[in-house]
């Protein structure tokens, strides 16, 4: 899946909220129905089993409740996508990434093999071989598909995410290479899968901003750290082992003096373990300057021909430090950037258009849900959710500790209908994008309106969550995300009318008899 990711720390954020954002993409031609629901802790499994992969996971049996964004229609298996846990714990899964052939040789991805008993080799057009086999069928590893479902439930701690996330890996293997995020309200962690079995996880600073698209993004490692004290890293317990073995380490890293990094191994996993085709430099890395190009406080170093980053480099810094903080507006900003401000916007309209579309996006047309989990010092965490495409989409936040979601964002179906927040933004984005120049204002106020109201409904409930009894918080949480959906619906009603009314205006059979 093509997906980008955004990781801020504690201290980076406007109110000292951890933030883990992202968005869940579909391939190429297609477009996957979500929806936003809880998962009880009485109907998650107790043997799982990937529809992809056919492994079968024993699960434990303490499962804690926990918000997901699962498929709506059956047939593809979950896909949870993104959550927070009963005990605060956010994850997000995951960010589609890749390795080298030099890795992947090592370490081969475990992939599913079906069971067959003759396969058709062809050679040239007319010439055909008959093939016997005998292979049993074996199950993969785990993939997108499972990890919320098999990790969420069961953790405490971000860094515990991280743990148990890794000895799945060790244990089933993986049949895709991964990026996935956890938070709680002190941590953020960045887990990278490398191979087919092993990986690597850092914490991202207090103070720190990470960006990621599609690509394997850890800059600097401290093995040493990793194997030891792992006070911001984490990774397989053979991870040195397997990179000497196999001669991966293709950096002059190592210093051995007192100063700098202390003599320990650093790494660049980028070059150890990453990629750096051509298809990155145009589907991948640029999303990452993108988006620091927005966040640096010095947005020079990102533009004109003297830039120190430009958009296809291989070293733009995986995690920055901003003197501004970061805000939900922000997120939803780069979230749902297509290259505005500069040349490479597929919708500019004045000036040299032949750069215009010469880089993927980040708000598409198969963006599927944006989900972006704030877990706050003081306040309930709160969970923002926007569905599809999120260039003419906006986001709502909506309160984690409950056991039922809004129906306006729980009840999608395969039918196209306007009772529901999904089919209601990939409307409104195919009628936004069809009528672009018109509807630019439309959907600007549209998002305004969304995030101002959305900000004083959280004002007024977390007041009166907080001067509530335990046992009341639930039911107080709940009526505030019922509240928070009514005027979602009301908001994305009111920009779906006026999208409406300038795309048939833009009619190809407009007549009118002032027009002979």
Request: charged content about 30%.
């Amino acid at each position: 899946m093509s997906c980008t990711t955004l990781l801020v720390g504690k201290n980076a954020s406007w109110n000292g909220s951890t933030m883990i954002a992202r968005n869940d993409d579909s391939g190429s031609g297609k477009f996957t129905a979500k929806k936003f629901t809880v998962v009880e802790p009485e109907d998650q499994p107790k043997v799982y089993e990937s529809t992809i992969s056919h492994v079968k996971i024993d699960l434990p049996d303490n499962p804690q409740r926990y918000t997901a964004m699962p498929n709506a229609l059956k047939g593809e298996g979950i896909w949870a996508a993104c959550g927070i846990n009963a005990s605060g714990v956010a994850m997000t899964a995951t960010e589609t990434i890749t390795s080298n052939p030099r890795v992947l040789g090592a370490d081969p991805l475990v992939e599913y093999q079906k069971k067959w008993e003759s396969e058709n080799l062809y050679f040239g057009t007319d010439s055909v071989i008959e093939e016997e086999g005998t292979e049993e069928e074996k199950a993969g590893g785990i993939g997108e598909e499972d990890l919320v479902v098999i990790t969420l439930p069961y953790i405490k701690s971000a860094r515990e995410g991280v743990k148990r996330l890794g000895k799945l890996h060790e244990m089933y293997g993986t049949y895709e290479e991964n990026g996935i995020g956890f938070s709680d309200k002190d941590e953020v962690w960045w887990f990278e899968s490398v191979g087919g079995h092993h990986w690597i996880a850092r914490k991202v600073d207090d103070d720190g901003v990470v960006v990621m698209p599609n690509q394997l993004g850890i800059d600097s490692f401290d093995v040493d750290d990793a194997l030891g004290d792992q006070e911001a890293n984490m990774c397989s317990p053979d991870l040195r082992d397997f990179i000497e073995k196999n001669h991966l380490d293709v950096d002059e890293h190592f210093d051995d003096d007192d100063e700098g990094d202390g003599g320990h191994y650093i790494i660049n996993p980028r070059l150890v373990f990453g990629s750096h085709d051509d298809a990155d430099h145009v589907y991948n890395t640029p999303r990452a300057w993108y988006m620091l190009r927005y966040l640096d406080d010095d947005r020079s170093e990102y533009d004109g021909d003297d830039a120190v980053y430009k958009p296809e480099d291989d070293d733009l810094p995986w995690q920055i430090f901003t003197d501004r903080k970061v805000t939900p507006e922000d997120v939803k900003y780069l979230l749902s950037s297509h290259y505005q401000g500069t040349k490479y916007d597929p919708y500019l309209t004045y000036g040299d258009r032949s750069y215009a579309g010469a880089y993927r996006s980040i708000g598409i047309n198969r963006n599927d849900v944006l989900g972006f989990m704030e877990v706050r010092p003081d306040d309930q965490p709160v969970e923002w959710v926007a569905f599809g495409s999120n260039a003419f989409n906006t986001m709502a936040p909506f309160y984690t500790n409950v056991s039922r979601t809004p129906e306006y964002l729980s009840n999608t179906t395969g039918r196209v209908s306007t009772d529901n927040f999904y089919w209601s933004s990939r409307l409104l984005a195919a009628l936004s994008d069809a009528t672009y120049g018109k509807c630019l204002n439309v959907i600007e106020q549209y998002t305004d309106a969304v995030l101002s109201k959305s900000h004083a409904l959280l004002n007024h409930w977390d007041a009166e969550i907080k001067n509530a009894k335990p046992d009341d918080i639930e039911g107080l949480c709940e009526e505030a995300n019922d509240e928070i959906a009514d005027m979602l619906k009301k908001e994305t009603d009111k920009a779906l009318s006026k999208a409406l009314f300038f795309r048939s205006n833009d009619m190809i059979n407009q007549y009118a008899r002032s027009d002979h």
